[in-house]
Nanobody, 121 residues
Framework: QVQLVESGGGLVQPGGSLRLSCAASGSIFSINAMGWYRQAPGKERELVAHITSTGSTNYADSVKGRFTISRDNAKNTVYLQMSSLKPEDTAVYYC???????????????WGQGTQVTVAS
């Protein structure tokens, strides 16, 4: 069994910062790409940031220059450092990972349960 568990969400004032973490645990052989998505009320889930196993990154235009994704492969953990937060960043943030549970299994995508980020004064 595999679990992805997010942490670090909360309430922050506009202009503030938060760091989200997502740790993968369980029977894992390898993790390929990992990413952060978000879903605001009444909106579809959207990609926020993505990082490959070799560290290549890409970001949604709305967060470029404000958010930074990183990962610690030894800890099977991905991070999202969020700065200069805006009210429109308010959403539930989800992490996902494409991982193999066995070397001979095809990769599958797993999702965390989500963590709420609220940006308000």
């Amino acid at each position: 069994q595999v679990q992805l568990v997010e942490s670090g969400g909360g309430l922050v004032q506009p202009g503030g910062s938060l760091r989200l973490s997502c740790a993968a645990s369980g029977s894992i052989f390898s993790i390929n790409a990992m990413g952060w998505y978000r879903q605001a009320p009444g909106k579809e889930r959207e990609l926020v940031a993505h990082i490959t196993s070799t560290g290549s990154t890409n970001y949604a235009d709305s967060v470029k220059g404000r958010f930074t994704i990183s990962r610690d492969n030894a800890k099977n953990t991905v991070y999202l450092q969020m700065s200069s937060l805006k009210p429109e960043d308010t959403a539930v943030y989800y992490c996902n990972g494409d991982l193999r549970r066995r070397s001979y299994w095809a990769p599958q995508t797993y999702w965390g349960q989500g963590t709420q980020v609220t940006v308000a004064s």
